[in-house]
Nanobody
């Protein structure tokens, strides 16, 4: 079973940047597709980005394309989310997730979840 721990959240002004990290343990990291999700205040959870096992394929929600970049380091068992040009509407708890089997879509079928890290973007 995989354990996931996020870090890197915080308070940033609009237009600023943050890099989130998600450290995995308890499993073979390179066997998992990894994703980032977020849930803003009063909103449903939404998928933000995902990356394939090797890192060769990435997927993004339209709302973050061109601003966010997902990457992974399999040697460090860590997945990252670089967030640039942040907007107040990006304010949310960001969670990483892992899945070992292929999903119907890039944002479905995740088995393991972290606790999340808060990102707050002030205007």
């Amino acid at each position: 079973q995989v354990q996931l721990v996020e870090s890197g959240g915080g308070l940033v002004q609009a237009g600023g940047s943050l890099r989130l990290s998600c450290a995995a343990s308890g499993g073979t990291f390179s066997r998992y597709t990894m994703g980032w999700f977020r849930q803003g205040p009063g909103k449903e959870r939404e998928a933000v980005a995902a990356i394939s096992r090797s890192g060769g394929s990435t997927y993004y929600a339209d709302s973050v394309k061109g601003r966010f970049t997902i990457s992974r380091d399999n040697a460090k068992n860590t997945v990252y989310l670089q967030m640039n040009s942040l907007k107040p509407e990006d304010t949310a708890v960001y969670s990483c997730a892992a899945r070992s089997l292929a999903g119907v879509t890039w944002y479905s079928g995740y088995d393991y979840w972290g606790q999340g890290t808060q990102v707050t973007v002030s205007s």
